[in-house]
Protein backbone atom coordinates (compact mmCIF):
# COMPACT_ATOMS: atom_id res chain seq x y z
CA UNK A 1 0.00 0.00 0.00
CA UNK A 2 2.85 2.34 1.01
CA UNK A 3 4.35 1.46 -2.36
CA UNK A 4 1.25 2.58 -4.60
CA UNK A 5 0.45 5.83 -2.45
CA UNK A 6 4.53 6.57 -3.25
CA UNK A 7 4.25 5.61 -6.92
CA UNK A 8 0.80 8.26 -7.48
CA UNK A 9 3.07 10.87 -5.69
CA UNK A 10 5.58 10.23 -7.80
CA UNK A 11 3.71 10.55 -11.20
CA UNK A 12 1.46 13.74 -9.59
CA UNK A 13 4.55 15.39 -8.98
CA UNK A 14 6.07 14.58 -12.39
CA UNK A 15 2.73 15.79 -14.17
CA UNK A 16 2.78 19.78 -11.73
CA UNK A 17 6.57 19.46 -12.83
CA UNK A 18 5.79 19.11 -16.72
CA UNK A 19 3.03 21.21 -16.30
CA UNK A 20 4.70 23.96 -14.14
CA UNK A 21 8.30 23.59 -17.08
CA UNK A 22 5.39 23.73 -19.99
CA UNK A 23 3.24 27.34 -18.51
CA UNK A 24 7.08 28.86 -17.94
CA UNK A 25 7.79 27.86 -21.97
CA UNK A 26 4.80 29.86 -22.81
CA UNK A 27 5.54 32.70 -20.78
CA UNK A 28 9.37 32.70 -22.11
CA UNK A 29 7.58 32.77 -25.78
CA UNK A 30 5.78 35.15 -25.37
CA UNK A 31 8.09 37.36 -24.02
CA UNK A 32 10.38 36.92 -27.13
CA UNK A 33 7.45 37.89 -28.98
CA UNK A 34 6.77 41.30 -27.22
CA UNK A 35 10.71 41.74 -27.16
CA UNK A 36 10.80 41.15 -30.94
CA UNK A 37 7.74 43.99 -30.88
CA UNK A 38 10.63 46.16 -28.65
CA UNK A 39 12.90 46.19 -31.51
CA UNK A 40 13.94 49.60 -32.63
CA UNK A 41 15.51 51.53 -35.36
CA UNK A 42 17.98 54.24 -34.60
CA UNK A 43 19.14 57.09 -36.75
CA UNK A 44 21.68 56.78 -38.69
CA UNK A 45 21.62 52.56 -38.47
CA UNK A 46 23.51 50.52 -41.34
CA UNK A 47 21.76 47.12 -42.05
CA UNK A 48 23.67 44.12 -41.42
CA UNK A 49 22.60 41.37 -43.89
CA UNK A 50 24.84 37.87 -42.72
CA UNK A 51 22.72 35.11 -44.21
CA UNK A 52 23.77 32.28 -42.08
CA UNK A 53 20.82 30.33 -42.03
CA UNK A 54 19.48 28.64 -45.60
CA UNK A 55 17.04 30.51 -47.00
CA UNK A 56 13.99 29.73 -49.03
CA UNK A 57 11.27 31.27 -51.25
CA UNK A 58 9.27 31.16 -48.39
CA UNK A 59 8.39 29.82 -44.67
CA UNK A 60 4.67 30.24 -44.66
CA UNK A 61 5.27 31.46 -40.68
CA UNK A 62 1.76 31.94 -38.73
CA UNK A 63 2.80 35.68 -36.78
CA UNK A 64 0.04 35.14 -34.59
CA UNK A 65 2.45 31.95 -33.29
CA UNK A 66 4.45 32.78 -30.32
CA UNK A 67 6.93 29.85 -31.29
CA UNK A 68 7.52 30.82 -34.61
CA UNK A 69 10.66 32.70 -33.41
CA UNK A 70 12.00 29.87 -31.08
CA UNK A 71 11.45 27.08 -33.23
CA UNK A 72 11.35 28.20 -36.90
CA UNK A 73 15.20 27.77 -39.10
CA UNK A 74 16.09 29.54 -42.14
CA UNK A 75 14.98 32.65 -43.77
CA UNK A 76 11.97 33.38 -46.44
CA UNK A 77 13.69 35.05 -49.40
CA UNK A 78 10.31 37.38 -49.92
CA UNK A 79 10.50 38.77 -45.86
CA UNK A 80 14.39 39.19 -46.93
CA UNK A 81 13.23 41.23 -50.64
CA UNK A 82 10.41 43.15 -48.45
CA UNK A 83 12.95 44.23 -45.41
CA UNK A 84 15.22 45.60 -47.75
CA UNK A 85 12.65 47.15 -49.77
CA UNK A 86 11.85 48.79 -46.87
CA UNK A 87 14.88 50.24 -45.88
CA UNK A 88 15.42 51.88 -48.95
CA UNK A 89 12.67 54.22 -47.98
CA UNK A 90 13.74 54.60 -44.52
CA UNK A 91 15.42 57.74 -43.33
CA UNK A 92 17.32 55.98 -40.24
CA UNK A 93 18.52 53.73 -43.16
CA UNK A 94 21.67 55.10 -44.35
CA UNK A 95 23.09 52.05 -45.91
CA UNK A 96 23.89 48.15 -46.05
CA UNK A 97 26.84 46.37 -45.07
CA UNK A 98 27.09 42.36 -46.45
CA UNK A 99 28.74 40.45 -43.80
CA UNK A 100 28.26 36.72 -45.33
CA UNK A 101 30.18 33.41 -46.32
CA UNK A 102 28.94 30.25 -47.56
CA UNK A 103 25.81 31.57 -48.40
CA UNK A 104 22.87 28.91 -48.56
CA UNK A 105 20.98 29.99 -51.20
CA UNK A 106 20.24 28.79 -55.13
CA UNK A 107 21.99 31.11 -57.77
CA UNK A 108 18.39 32.53 -58.85
CA UNK A 109 17.95 33.67 -54.88
CA UNK A 110 21.24 34.98 -55.20
CA UNK A 111 20.47 36.97 -58.53
CA UNK A 112 17.04 38.34 -56.81
CA UNK A 113 18.80 39.54 -53.33
CA UNK A 114 21.37 40.82 -56.13
CA UNK A 115 18.54 43.06 -58.29
CA UNK A 116 17.10 44.21 -54.96
CA UNK A 117 20.68 45.12 -53.68
CA UNK A 118 20.66 47.25 -56.43
CA UNK A 119 17.22 48.86 -56.69
CA UNK A 120 18.54 49.93 -52.67
CA UNK A 121 21.66 51.28 -54.02
CA UNK A 122 19.77 53.33 -56.99
CA UNK A 123 17.64 55.20 -53.91
CA UNK A 124 21.27 57.07 -53.03
CA UNK A 125 21.75 54.61 -50.46
CA UNK A 126 25.62 52.89 -50.03
CA UNK A 127 26.22 49.08 -50.16
CA UNK A 128 29.33 47.92 -49.13
CA UNK A 129 30.76 43.85 -48.48
CA UNK A 130 33.55 42.46 -46.15
CA UNK A 131 34.16 38.67 -46.14
CA UNK A 132 36.74 36.48 -44.57
CA UNK A 133 36.11 34.36 -47.38
CA UNK A 134 34.04 34.99 -50.42
CA UNK A 135 32.61 31.58 -51.98
CA UNK A 136 31.44 32.40 -55.75
CA UNK A 137 27.92 32.42 -54.96
CA UNK A 138 28.90 35.07 -52.18
CA UNK A 139 30.74 37.32 -54.91
CA UNK A 140 28.28 36.78 -57.23
CA UNK A 141 26.11 38.36 -54.21
CA UNK A 142 28.77 41.34 -53.14
CA UNK A 143 29.92 42.39 -56.26
CA UNK A 144 26.82 44.22 -56.55
CA UNK A 145 28.31 46.76 -53.77
CA UNK A 146 29.79 50.02 -53.75
CA UNK A 147 33.20 48.43 -52.74
CA UNK A 148 34.08 45.32 -51.69
CA UNK A 149 36.83 44.66 -48.90
CA UNK A 150 38.73 40.56 -48.34
CA UNK A 151 40.26 39.61 -45.68
CA UNK A 152 44.39 40.25 -46.52
CA UNK A 153 44.45 36.47 -45.02
CA UNK A 154 41.43 35.11 -46.51
CA UNK A 155 40.73 33.57 -49.97
CA UNK A 156 38.34 33.68 -52.62
CA UNK A 157 37.26 31.01 -55.04
CA UNK A 158 35.86 32.13 -58.81
CA UNK A 159 37.03 29.93 -61.14
CA UNK A 160 33.47 29.23 -62.75
CA UNK A 161 31.10 26.55 -62.73
CA UNK A 162 31.42 22.95 -62.75
CA UNK A 163 29.17 20.42 -61.65
CA UNK A 164 29.52 16.61 -60.82
CA UNK A 165 27.43 13.56 -61.26
CA UNK A 166 27.80 10.05 -59.36
CA UNK A 167 27.22 6.92 -61.15
CA UNK A 168 26.14 3.84 -59.55
CA UNK A 169 25.92 0.84 -62.32
CA UNK A 170 29.56 -0.85 -60.76
CA UNK A 171 28.19 -0.50 -57.12
CA UNK A 172 24.57 -2.14 -58.06
CA UNK A 173 26.85 -4.72 -59.84
CA UNK A 174 29.02 -4.87 -56.37
CA UNK A 175 26.24 -4.81 -53.88
CA UNK A 176 23.43 -6.92 -55.81
CA UNK A 177 21.05 -4.35 -55.08
CA UNK A 178 19.75 -2.78 -58.60
CA UNK A 179 17.75 0.08 -60.24
CA UNK A 180 15.23 -1.14 -62.73
CA UNK A 181 14.99 1.86 -64.89
CA UNK A 182 12.35 2.35 -67.25
CA UNK A 183 11.95 5.10 -69.52
CA UNK A 184 11.02 6.81 -72.91
CA UNK A 185 12.47 5.63 -75.95
CA UNK A 186 14.26 9.14 -77.10
CA UNK A 187 14.46 10.38 -73.36
CA UNK A 188 18.30 9.79 -73.89
CA UNK A 189 20.40 11.20 -70.69
CA UNK A 190 17.36 10.41 -67.76
CA UNK A 191 18.24 7.92 -65.00
CA UNK A 192 21.84 7.91 -66.38
CA UNK A 193 23.97 7.39 -63.24
CA UNK A 194 21.94 4.20 -62.95
CA UNK A 195 22.77 2.57 -66.88
CA UNK A 196 26.18 3.86 -66.88
CA UNK A 197 29.66 3.76 -65.31
CA UNK A 198 30.87 6.96 -67.52
CA UNK A 199 28.51 10.34 -68.61
CA UNK A 200 27.88 10.10 -72.03
CA UNK A 201 28.61 12.74 -74.64
CA UNK A 202 25.28 14.21 -75.23
CA UNK A 203 25.09 14.52 -71.45
CA UNK A 204 28.13 16.37 -70.93
CA UNK A 205 27.20 18.73 -73.68
CA UNK A 206 23.71 19.43 -71.99
CA UNK A 207 24.99 20.20 -68.92
CA UNK A 208 28.64 21.73 -69.80
CA UNK A 209 26.00 24.38 -71.89
CA UNK A 210 23.56 24.39 -68.98
CA UNK A 211 26.50 25.72 -66.32
CA UNK A 212 27.71 28.35 -69.42
CA UNK A 213 24.68 29.34 -69.27
CA UNK A 214 24.45 30.06 -65.62
CA UNK A 215 27.93 31.47 -65.94
CA UNK A 216 27.34 34.00 -68.68
CA UNK A 217 24.61 35.35 -66.69
CA UNK A 218 26.74 35.95 -63.74
CA UNK A 219 29.87 37.14 -65.23
CA UNK A 220 27.32 39.80 -67.23
CA UNK A 221 25.80 40.75 -63.87
CA UNK A 222 29.54 41.43 -62.16
CA UNK A 223 30.49 42.83 -65.24
CA UNK A 224 27.80 45.73 -64.64
CA UNK A 225 28.98 46.63 -61.04
CA UNK A 226 32.68 46.11 -61.51
CA UNK A 227 33.51 47.60 -64.68
CA UNK A 228 35.28 44.29 -65.62
CA UNK A 229 34.30 43.20 -69.26
CA UNK A 230 33.35 39.28 -69.59
CA UNK A 231 36.74 38.31 -71.54
CA UNK A 232 38.67 39.76 -68.58
CA UNK A 233 36.66 37.66 -65.93
CA UNK A 234 36.88 35.01 -68.13
CA UNK A 235 40.67 35.10 -67.68
CA UNK A 236 40.63 35.85 -64.53
CA UNK A 237 38.97 32.81 -63.87
CA UNK A 238 41.20 30.41 -65.99
CA UNK A 239 44.47 31.99 -64.32
CA UNK A 240 42.48 31.68 -60.69
CA UNK A 241 43.44 35.47 -60.03
CA UNK A 242 41.22 35.87 -57.21
CA UNK A 243 43.18 33.18 -55.60
CA UNK A 244 44.70 34.90 -53.08
CA UNK A 245 43.74 38.40 -51.56
CA UNK A 246 46.79 40.50 -52.86
CA UNK A 247 45.81 39.09 -56.60
CA UNK A 248 41.83 39.24 -55.97
CA UNK A 249 43.00 43.41 -55.29
CA UNK A 250 45.30 43.41 -58.34
CA UNK A 251 42.54 41.93 -60.64
CA UNK A 252 40.03 44.34 -59.19
CA UNK A 253 37.43 41.78 -57.99
CA UNK A 254 37.84 43.50 -54.85
CA UNK A 255 38.73 47.01 -53.75
CA UNK A 256 41.06 46.43 -51.03
CA UNK A 257 42.47 43.46 -48.30
CA UNK A 258 41.26 44.93 -44.88
CA UNK A 259 40.82 43.13 -41.49
CA UNK A 260 37.27 43.96 -39.93
CA UNK A 261 38.22 47.27 -37.96
CA UNK A 262 39.58 48.70 -40.96
CA UNK A 263 36.69 47.90 -42.71
CA UNK A 264 34.84 49.59 -40.34
CA UNK A 265 36.43 52.78 -40.26
CA UNK A 266 36.02 53.05 -44.29
CA UNK A 267 32.17 52.95 -43.21
CA UNK A 268 32.87 55.53 -40.24
CA UNK A 269 34.36 57.79 -43.18
CA UNK A 270 31.16 56.51 -45.55
CA UNK A 271 29.02 58.43 -43.12
CA UNK A 272 30.94 60.91 -41.63
CA UNK A 273 30.96 59.48 -38.36
CA UNK A 274 34.09 60.33 -36.09
CA UNK A 275 36.68 57.65 -35.19
CA UNK A 276 35.32 56.64 -31.68
CA UNK A 277 31.45 56.78 -32.43
CA UNK A 278 29.84 53.22 -32.52
CA UNK A 279 28.52 52.21 -36.06
CA UNK A 280 24.39 51.44 -35.52
CA UNK A 281 24.01 48.41 -36.71
CA UNK A 282 20.38 46.55 -37.13
CA UNK A 283 20.16 42.89 -38.05
CA UNK A 284 18.28 41.10 -41.01
CA UNK A 285 16.64 39.23 -38.55
CA UNK A 286 15.57 42.15 -36.18
CA UNK A 287 14.79 44.87 -39.08
CA UNK A 288 12.65 41.78 -41.19
CA UNK A 289 10.74 42.56 -37.72
CA UNK A 290 9.82 46.03 -38.12
CA UNK A 291 9.54 45.91 -41.53
CA UNK A 292 6.74 42.86 -41.49
CA UNK A 293 4.55 45.77 -39.90
CA UNK A 294 4.86 47.90 -42.95
CA UNK A 295 2.63 46.82 -45.92
CA UNK A 296 4.14 48.04 -49.40
CA UNK A 297 1.08 47.26 -51.42
CA UNK A 298 -2.33 47.95 -49.21
CA UNK A 299 -5.29 48.28 -51.97
CA UNK A 300 -8.39 46.33 -51.26
CA UNK A 301 -7.82 43.55 -54.10
CA UNK A 302 -5.08 41.26 -53.89
CA UNK A 303 -2.59 39.38 -55.74
CA UNK A 304 -2.49 36.05 -54.16
CA UNK A 305 0.72 34.75 -54.41
CA UNK A 306 0.94 30.40 -53.98
CA UNK A 307 4.54 29.24 -53.07
CA UNK A 308 5.07 25.70 -54.21
CA UNK A 309 8.64 24.34 -52.84
CA UNK A 310 10.41 21.32 -52.97
CA UNK A 311 9.59 17.46 -54.24
CA UNK A 312 6.38 16.83 -55.69
CA UNK A 313 4.76 13.87 -53.91
CA UNK A 314 1.50 12.54 -53.00
CA UNK A 315 -0.01 13.79 -49.62
CA UNK A 316 -0.72 16.74 -48.15
CA UNK A 317 2.84 18.99 -48.58
CA UNK A 318 4.26 21.18 -46.24
CA UNK A 319 7.15 23.73 -46.59
CA UNK A 320 9.56 21.12 -47.58
CA UNK A 321 7.90 19.22 -50.15
CA UNK A 322 4.64 19.64 -52.38
CA UNK A 323 1.77 18.03 -51.73
CA UNK A 324 -1.61 18.39 -53.66
CA UNK A 325 -3.85 18.86 -50.24
CA UNK A 326 -1.93 22.44 -49.63
CA UNK A 327 -1.76 23.61 -52.55
CA UNK A 328 -5.19 22.94 -54.04
CA UNK A 329 -6.55 24.22 -51.11
CA UNK A 330 -4.59 27.55 -51.46
CA UNK A 331 -5.83 27.81 -55.34
CA UNK A 332 -9.49 27.08 -54.31
CA UNK A 333 -8.74 29.40 -50.99
CA UNK A 334 -7.73 32.47 -53.80
CA UNK A 335 -10.39 31.82 -56.84
CA UNK A 336 -13.28 31.86 -54.02
CA UNK A 337 -12.08 34.79 -52.30
CA UNK A 338 -13.40 37.62 -54.44
CA UNK A 339 -10.90 39.95 -53.16
CA UNK A 340 -8.19 38.06 -55.08
CA UNK A 341 -8.43 39.47 -58.74
CA UNK A 342 -4.95 37.46 -59.56
CA UNK A 343 -2.68 34.64 -58.44
CA UNK A 344 0.81 34.20 -58.85
CA UNK A 345 2.30 30.36 -58.41
CA UNK A 346 5.80 30.89 -57.46
CA UNK A 347 7.60 27.36 -58.19
CA UNK A 348 11.02 26.28 -56.58
CA UNK A 349 10.71 22.58 -57.39
CA UNK A 350 12.67 19.53 -59.44
CA UNK A 351 9.41 17.21 -59.97
CA UNK A 352 8.36 14.63 -58.78
CA UNK A 353 5.21 12.29 -58.69
CA UNK A 354 3.92 12.86 -62.52
CA UNK A 355 0.30 12.10 -60.92
CA UNK A 356 0.33 14.80 -58.25
CA UNK A 357 1.75 17.13 -60.78
CA UNK A 358 -1.27 16.48 -63.01
CA UNK A 359 -3.30 16.91 -60.35
CA UNK A 360 -1.96 20.52 -59.41
CA UNK A 361 -1.98 21.39 -63.45
CA UNK A 362 -5.65 20.35 -63.33
CA UNK A 363 -6.65 23.12 -60.61
CA UNK A 364 -5.11 25.49 -62.06
CA UNK A 365 -6.63 25.00 -64.77
CA UNK A 366 -9.64 25.62 -63.05
CA UNK A 367 -8.74 28.51 -61.55
CA UNK A 368 -7.21 30.11 -64.67
CA UNK A 369 -10.93 30.02 -66.46
CA UNK A 370 -11.62 32.63 -63.33
CA UNK A 371 -8.63 35.03 -62.94
CA UNK A 372 -5.30 35.54 -64.19
CA UNK A 373 -2.55 32.74 -63.17
CA UNK A 374 0.73 33.98 -63.31
CA UNK A 375 3.66 31.45 -62.85
CA UNK A 376 7.52 32.90 -61.00
CA UNK A 377 10.10 30.33 -61.56
CA UNK A 378 12.99 30.25 -58.75
CA UNK A 379 15.83 27.76 -58.50
CA UNK A 380 14.73 25.06 -60.54
CA UNK A 381 11.35 24.53 -62.44
CA UNK A 382 11.77 20.82 -64.13
CA UNK A 383 9.84 18.48 -65.01
CA UNK A 384 7.01 18.00 -62.69
CA UNK A 385 7.94 21.72 -61.31
CA UNK A 386 7.53 22.79 -64.61
CA UNK A 387 4.45 20.62 -65.46
CA UNK A 388 2.05 22.32 -63.49
CA UNK A 389 3.42 25.94 -64.91
CA UNK A 390 2.45 24.70 -68.22
CA UNK A 391 -1.12 26.32 -68.53
CA UNK A 392 -0.41 29.95 -66.90
CA UNK A 393 -1.40 32.27 -69.08
CA UNK A 394 2.43 33.67 -68.20
CA UNK A 395 5.82 32.29 -67.15
CA UNK A 396 8.82 34.40 -65.49
CA UNK A 397 12.33 33.09 -64.90
CA UNK A 398 15.47 34.00 -63.71
CA UNK A 399 18.19 33.80 -66.18
CA UNK A 400 19.94 31.61 -63.88
CA UNK A 401 16.69 29.26 -63.28
CA UNK A 402 17.26 25.49 -63.96
CA UNK A 403 13.43 24.28 -66.23
CA UNK A 404 12.65 22.31 -68.68
CA UNK A 405 13.62 18.63 -68.05
CA UNK A 406 9.93 17.47 -69.64
CA UNK A 407 10.55 13.59 -69.51
CA UNK A 408 9.36 10.66 -67.89
CA UNK A 409 10.79 7.62 -65.91
CA UNK A 410 10.45 4.97 -63.60
CA UNK A 411 12.98 3.89 -61.13
CA UNK A 412 12.27 0.62 -59.23
CA UNK A 413 14.52 -1.32 -57.15
CA UNK A 414 15.63 -4.89 -57.13
CA UNK A 415 17.73 -7.07 -55.03
CA UNK A 416 16.84 -10.32 -56.84
CA UNK A 417 20.94 -10.80 -57.18
CA UNK A 418 21.33 -9.55 -53.54
CA UNK A 419 18.77 -12.33 -52.05
CA UNK A 420 20.54 -15.06 -53.87
CA UNK A 421 23.91 -14.45 -52.65
CA UNK A 422 22.81 -14.38 -49.15
CA UNK A 423 20.51 -17.06 -49.52
CA UNK A 424 16.77 -15.57 -49.83
CA UNK A 425 14.48 -17.47 -51.83
CA UNK A 426 11.03 -15.66 -52.42
CA UNK A 427 8.12 -17.59 -54.01
CA UNK A 428 4.58 -16.10 -54.95
CA UNK A 429 1.56 -17.40 -55.42
CA UNK A 430 -1.41 -15.30 -56.90
CA UNK A 431 -5.34 -15.86 -57.95
CA UNK A 432 -5.37 -14.88 -61.91
CA UNK A 433 -2.26 -14.65 -64.05
CA UNK A 434 -1.34 -11.02 -63.48
CA UNK A 435 -1.95 -10.93 -59.49
CA UNK A 436 2.06 -11.31 -58.72
CA UNK A 437 3.00 -8.15 -60.85
CA UNK A 438 6.14 -7.64 -59.46
CA UNK A 439 8.06 -8.94 -56.46
CA UNK A 440 11.55 -7.05 -55.45
CA UNK A 441 13.55 -10.44 -54.78
CA UNK A 442 12.38 -11.95 -58.76
CA UNK A 443 14.18 -10.43 -61.71
CA UNK A 444 11.44 -8.17 -63.58
CA UNK A 445 9.45 -10.06 -66.26
CA UNK A 446 8.63 -8.56 -70.06
CA UNK A 447 5.08 -8.17 -68.78
CA UNK A 448 5.58 -5.55 -66.07
CA UNK A 449 8.05 -4.12 -67.71
CA UNK A 450 6.09 -3.53 -70.88
CA UNK A 451 3.19 -2.57 -68.76
CA UNK A 452 4.79 0.09 -66.55
CA UNK A 453 6.78 1.22 -69.74
CA UNK A 454 2.86 1.72 -71.39
CA UNK A 455 2.17 3.99 -68.68
CA UNK A 456 5.08 6.11 -68.82
CA UNK A 457 4.50 6.63 -72.60
CA UNK A 458 1.38 7.37 -71.98
CA UNK A 459 2.50 10.26 -69.34
CA UNK A 460 4.73 11.23 -71.48
CA UNK A 461 2.69 12.27 -74.43
CA UNK A 462 0.36 13.61 -71.91
CA UNK A 463 2.91 16.22 -70.43
CA UNK A 464 3.95 17.20 -74.34
CA UNK A 465 0.64 17.57 -74.65
CA UNK A 466 0.00 19.94 -71.92
CA UNK A 467 3.17 22.49 -72.76
CA UNK A 468 1.76 22.45 -75.85
CA UNK A 469 -1.58 23.81 -75.16
CA UNK A 470 -0.26 25.82 -72.79
CA UNK A 471 2.61 27.41 -75.12
CA UNK A 472 1.01 27.70 -77.95
CA UNK A 473 3.12 25.05 -79.81
CA UNK A 474 2.84 22.01 -81.42
CA UNK A 475 3.77 18.49 -79.98
CA UNK A 476 6.66 18.10 -82.39
CA UNK A 477 7.86 21.13 -81.27
CA UNK A 478 7.70 20.43 -78.01
CA UNK A 479 9.23 16.82 -77.88
CA UNK A 480 11.96 18.62 -80.15
CA UNK A 481 13.25 20.54 -77.27
CA UNK A 482 11.83 18.09 -74.16
CA UNK A 483 13.50 14.64 -73.96
CA UNK A 484 14.35 15.29 -70.20
CA UNK A 485 16.78 17.92 -71.35
CA UNK A 486 17.34 20.84 -68.46
CA UNK A 487 17.89 24.56 -69.46
CA UNK A 488 18.70 27.61 -68.16
CA UNK A 489 15.78 30.75 -68.37
CA UNK A 490 18.06 32.32 -70.69
CA UNK A 491 17.52 29.57 -72.93
CA UNK A 492 14.05 28.20 -72.06
CA UNK A 493 12.82 32.15 -72.96
CA UNK A 494 14.64 31.56 -76.41
CA UNK A 495 12.60 28.48 -76.93
CA UNK A 496 9.44 29.72 -75.64
CA UNK A 497 9.38 27.48 -72.39
CA UNK A 498 8.92 30.91 -70.52
CA UNK A 499 7.67 34.18 -71.69
CA UNK A 500 9.95 36.94 -69.56
CA UNK A 501 13.15 36.67 -67.76
CA UNK A 502 12.29 38.29 -63.98
CA UNK A 503 11.95 38.21 -60.33
CA UNK A 504 8.72 37.51 -58.18
CA UNK A 505 8.34 40.89 -58.14
CA UNK A 506 8.02 40.92 -62.23
CA UNK A 507 5.08 38.18 -61.97
CA UNK A 508 3.27 39.80 -59.63
CA UNK A 509 3.08 43.47 -61.35
CA UNK A 510 2.11 41.32 -64.80
CA UNK A 511 -0.46 39.14 -62.70
CA UNK A 512 -1.88 42.75 -61.73
CA UNK A 513 -1.92 44.23 -65.06
CA UNK A 514 -3.89 41.15 -66.70
CA UNK A 515 -6.15 41.85 -64.39
CA UNK A 516 -6.27 45.58 -64.89
CA UNK A 517 -5.58 46.82 -61.51
CA UNK A 518 -3.56 49.52 -60.50
CA UNK A 519 -3.41 49.57 -56.45
CA UNK A 520 -3.78 46.34 -54.92
CA UNK A 521 -2.34 44.29 -51.65
CA UNK A 522 -0.85 41.09 -51.80
CA UNK A 523 -2.24 37.68 -50.16
CA UNK A 524 -0.03 34.57 -49.27
CA UNK A 525 -0.20 31.44 -49.52
CA UNK A 526 -0.37 28.49 -47.60
CA UNK A 527 0.13 29.10 -44.10
CA UNK A 528 2.71 25.77 -42.58
CA UNK A 529 2.13 24.49 -39.60
CA UNK A 530 5.04 25.70 -37.44
CA UNK A 531 7.88 23.46 -36.45
CA UNK A 532 6.58 23.21 -33.04
CA UNK A 533 3.00 22.83 -33.45
CA UNK A 534 4.64 19.61 -35.97
CA UNK A 535 6.66 18.29 -33.16
CA UNK A 536 3.53 18.58 -31.06
CA UNK A 537 1.32 16.44 -33.77
CA UNK A 538 4.76 13.81 -33.97
CA UNK A 539 4.46 13.42 -30.06
CA UNK A 540 0.65 12.99 -30.33
CA UNK A 541 1.46 9.95 -32.57
CA UNK A 542 5.03 8.87 -31.05
CA UNK A 543 7.06 9.95 -33.36
CA UNK A 544 9.60 12.38 -32.37
CA UNK A 545 11.92 13.31 -34.64
CA UNK A 546 15.40 14.73 -34.42
CA UNK A 547 15.82 18.27 -36.27
CA UNK A 548 17.20 18.50 -39.98
CA UNK A 549 19.36 20.89 -38.13
CA UNK A 550 20.96 18.19 -35.29
CA UNK A 551 21.25 16.14 -38.47
CA UNK A 552 23.33 18.29 -40.80
CA UNK A 553 25.16 19.09 -37.90
CA UNK A 554 26.61 15.49 -37.29
CA UNK A 555 26.72 14.25 -40.55
CA UNK A 556 28.04 17.67 -42.35
CA UNK A 557 26.37 19.15 -45.08
CA UNK A 558 27.42 16.98 -48.31
CA UNK A 559 26.62 13.78 -46.33
CA UNK A 560 23.42 14.96 -45.08
CA UNK A 561 22.49 16.07 -48.90
CA UNK A 562 23.06 12.46 -49.70
CA UNK A 563 20.89 11.46 -46.82
CA UNK A 564 18.38 13.73 -47.38
CA UNK A 565 18.07 11.76 -51.01
CA UNK A 566 18.37 8.31 -50.18
CA UNK A 567 15.10 9.02 -47.85
CA UNK A 568 13.18 11.13 -50.67
CA UNK A 569 13.46 7.59 -52.67
CA UNK A 570 11.95 6.17 -49.84
CA UNK A 571 9.01 8.52 -51.02
CA UNK A 572 8.70 8.46 -54.61
CA UNK A 573 5.83 6.01 -55.74
CA UNK A 574 4.38 5.88 -59.41
CA UNK A 575 5.62 7.32 -62.62
CA UNK A 576 8.07 10.28 -62.17
CA UNK A 577 8.59 13.49 -64.26
CA UNK A 578 11.54 14.68 -61.99
CA UNK A 579 15.30 15.73 -62.86
CA UNK A 580 16.75 12.56 -63.15
CA UNK A 581 19.84 12.76 -61.36
CA UNK A 582 20.46 16.01 -58.90
CA UNK A 583 23.42 18.37 -60.23
CA UNK A 584 25.86 19.55 -58.10
CA UNK A 585 27.02 22.99 -59.31
CA UNK A 586 29.66 24.61 -57.50
Given at each position: ????????????G?????????????????????A?D?????P?S????S??????????????????A?F??G??L????????????D??????????S???????????L??A???????????Y??S??YT?????????????Y???Q?????????????Y?K?????????IE??R?G?Y???????????????N?S???E??????????????N??N?????????????G???????M???????????????????????????????????????TV??????K?GT?????I???????????N?E????G????????????????A?V????????????S??????????????P???????V?????Y?I????D????????I???????????NIN????D?G????Q??TN??S???????????T????????????????L???A?GR?????????????RV?S??DA?????V??????D?????????A????YG??K????K?????????????????G?????E??G?????T???VKQ?????????R????????
Open positions: MKFLRNLLAAILCLIAFGIVFAMFFIFAALVGSDGVRVKNVLELFSEPISDYLGKDDSDPFALEEQGDEILHAIEVAKNSKIKGISIKTFLLAGMAQAQERRLQSFKEAGKFVSYDFQKDYYLASVADELLNPGGMDFKGLASEVLYELQEKSGVKVIHKKSAVEPFLSDTMSDERQIKLITSIWTSMLEDISTRIDVARLNLIADTLGRMPKYAQSGLVDGNLYFDEYEAVLREKMQLETDVKINYVSLTDYAASKKNLSEKVAVFAQGEILYGEGKYIGQLINRALKKARDNDNVKILRVDSPGGSALVDIIWREIELTKQLKVVVSFGNAASGGYAAGAKIFAEPTTTGSIGVFGTIPQLAGIINAEVGKNVDYSLFEPMTDFRNQVLEGIESTYDTFERVSNMTVEAVNEIAQGWGVQRLGLDELGNLDAIAAAAELEMDDIRYPKYSDFEQLMDDLGGAKAKIASFIKELEEVYNFKELTKKKGIQTMPYTLNIK
